[in-house]
């Protein structure tokens, strides 16, 4: 008989434990190798973004009002390929961690069914099948929305910032640290 009761709900929160996070780096370790290519696609997309002000500084400060066309259309194309270079290594990239988090995610639910085939009949009796699989669903979704945008946006965000200030203080030191 079954000792589930239907006004009964488990508390699905948890606090934070180090050893999940553990358990995660396992599955995103088995891509380190595309991870590390993605996130190296991701700081020279970045660095190509950056270096676009200093072009224009120098455009503005030097080219223009001397006047010289030649070199303003050389500095043009010059601009122009590093916004194509960023724009094909951010694609590129994307594709990479969105094939990347697919297969994190399809290696935990592998798990995660194997585990669920070898529990107990009991552990079923136990539990709520409507709470199970909602639970699951949550859970995995929050998995996959983790995967697929966690650490690049960390990453880029962290990359994009640090490349901002050096940029700044190149260009203008005093301004930078106003």
């Given at each position: 008989?079954?000792?589930?009761?239907?006004?009964?709900?488990?508390?699905?929160?948890?606090?934070?434990?180090?050893?999940?996070?553990?358990?995660?780096?396992?599955?995103?370790?088995?891509?380190?190798?595309?991870?590390?290519?993605?996130?190296?696609?991701?700081?020279?997309?970045?660095?190509?973004?950056?270096?676009?002000?200093?072009?224009?500084?120098?455009?503005?400060?030097?080219?223009?009002?001397?006047?010289?066309?030649?070199?303003?259309?050389?500095?043009?194309?010059?601009?122009?390929?590093?916004?194509?270079?960023?724009?094909?290594?951010?694609?590129?990239?994307?594709?990479?961690?969105?094939?990347?988090?697919?297969?994190?995610?399809?290696?935990?639910?592998r798990d995660?069914?194997?585990?669920?085939?070898?529990?107990?009949?009991?552990?079923?009796?136990?539990?709520?099948t409507g709470?199970?699989?909602?639970?699951?669903?949550?859970?995995?979704?929050?998995?996959?929305?983790?995967?697929?945008?966690g650490p690049?946006?960390?990453?880029?965000?962290?990359?994009?910032?640090?490349?901002?200030?050096?940029?700044?203080?190149?260009?203008?030191?005093?301004?930078?640290?106003?």
């Amino acid at each position: 008989m079954a000792r589930n009761k239907f006004d009964v709900d488990e508390t699905l929160e948890s606090p934070f434990q180090w050893k999940h996070l553990k358990r995660a780096f396992q599955y995103i370790g088995r891509h380190r190798f595309q991870m590390i290519g993605a996130l190296a696609l991701s700081v020279l997309a970045s660095i190509c973004t950056l270096y676009t002000p200093k072009i224009m500084s120098r455009v503005l400060d030097e080219v223009v009002p001397a006047g010289d066309v030649q070199t303003l259309v050389r500095w043009a194309l010059i601009y122009c390929g590093l916004i194509v270079v960023s724009i094909v290594f951010t694609v590129i990239r994307a594709r990479v961690m969105a094939y990347v988090s697919q297969e994190i995610i399809f290696d935990i639910r592998r798990d995660l069914f194997r585990h669920m085939q070898e529990l107990d009949f009991g552990y079923y009796d136990r539990n709520r099948t409507g709470a199970l699989m909602s639970r699951l669903t949550s859970e995995l979704f929050e998995i996959t929305e983790l995967a697929h945008h966690g650490p690049e946006d960390i990453f880029i965000s962290g990359v994009t910032v640090i490349g901002a200030l050096v940029i700044m203080f190149t260009i203008q030191w005093r301004l930078a640290l106003v």
